[in-house]
């Protein structure tokens, strides 16, 4: 698990260095790995109380649906403001650069609303891997649902939503006196 993270941020360094922009899928496929959360969801996993079994390891290793779309739900969002992030400069990829690259002539809004159209179809399988059953407690899949509901909260770009979300952290952690 934690080889194929560090293979994925190795394959993202190489088409950074080659100035390489990679094929949509591709980039989704390394991108979903390099976000970390199958490496965290296989952590809760086994902290949520899962004994380490083969049956346990054999599920977990298969890329299951409810982490790979929650991993897809987090990449395609990080992707949508790093792609409008003016502090970017095209220095981090994202896959609407190689959306864009792939498509010629399409426009940053409609890559962006593909790129949102890709983030609905990851959360209906995630509401669909949550809600039907599966091998996986019930603790588990609310962990994988409450990582992705706060990925928009995390990687909301907009300038003014980080002023108001400053503010609700420090109301959170400092007493007004």
């Avoid at 959360?37 to 952590?43: D, I």
């Avoid at 079994?53 to 739900?73: F, Q, R, W």
Wanted: proline share 3%; net charge negative.
């Amino acid at each position: 698990m934690w080889a194929s993270l560090c293979n994925a941020f190795l394959v993202e360094a190489k088409w950074f260095a080659a100035g390489e922009i990679p094929k949509p899928e591709e980039y989704l496929k390394n991108g979903i790995i390099s976000t970390g959360v199958y490496v965290v969801l296989v952590h809760v996993f086994f902290l949520l109380g899962q004994d380490i079994t083969k049956e346990n390891m054999e599920l977990i290793n298969n890329n299951p649906g409810i982490i790979s779309s929650t991993a897809t739900i987090l990449r395609l969002w990080d992707d949508l403001g790093s792609a409008k992030d003016e502090n970017q400069d095209g220095r981090d990829g994202s896959y609407v650069d190689c959306y864009m690259k792939e498509h010629k002539g399409i426009t940053m809004e409609d890559a962006r609303q593909h790129v949102m159209q890709m983030i609905s179809k990851a959360w209906k399988q995630l509401n669909q891997e949550f809600l039907s059953s599966n091998p996986f407690p019930s603790s588990f899949r609310r962990a994988s649902l409450n990582i992705a509901r706060m990925v928009p909260l995390v990687y909301g770009y907009d300038k003014n939503y980080l002023k108001s979300m400053e503010e609700y952290v420090e109301s959170i952690l400092c007493e007004r006196t």
